[in-house]
C-alpha cells in the first residue's frame, strides 16, 4: 500500500492547516498510522500516531494544538495543526506501519511564518 501525503503549504504563526495521506489501498490495513517531520538540519521525529484500535500518541511538542484522525469513508488520514508556530516548520511525512514493514509516503511542505 502506497501512502500520497498532501495539504501541506505556508501559513502566518498562530495560523491552521490540515494535511491528509491517502493510501492506495485499505489505509485501515496498518497496525499503525501516522505522521512525522524533519526540520532543516535536524533528525526526523515522530509527530502523532494512530492505532488500528484508535490510541492515539503525541509528540509533546504538539500536544494540544495538533489533532490526528482517521476518515473511513474516505480511507484517508489527516492531521489538524491548530496554533501553527515556527519550530512546526518541516516537511511532513505519512507513514503507515506493519509488523514487519513501514511504508512511507513522499513529504508535504509546511512552513510557518512569523
Request: charged share 15%; net charge positive; aromatic share 8%.
Amino acid at each position: 500500500v502506497q501512502l500520497q501525503a498532501s495539504g501541506g503549504g505556508l501559513v502566518q504563526s498562530g495560523g491552521s492547516l490540515r494535511l491528509s495521506c491517502a493510501a492506495s489501498g485499505s489505509i485501515f490495513s496498518f497496525n499503525v498510522i501516522g505522521w512525522y517531520r524533519q526540520a532543516p538540519g535536524k533528525q526526523r521525529e515522530l509527530v502523532a500516531v494512530i492505532s488500528k484500535g484508535g490510541a492515539t500518541n503525541y509528540a509533546d511538542s504538539v500536544k494540544g494544538r495538533f489533532t490526528i484522525f482517521t476518515d473511513n469513508a474516505k480511507n484517508t488520514m489527516g492531521l489538524q495543526m491548530n496554533s501553527l508556530k515556527p519550530e512546526d516548520t518541516a516537511v511532513y511525512y505519512c507513514v503507515g506501519h506493519d509488523t514487519s514493514s513501514s511504508s512511507w509516503g513522499q513529504g508535504t511542505l509546511v512552513t510557518v511564518s512569523s
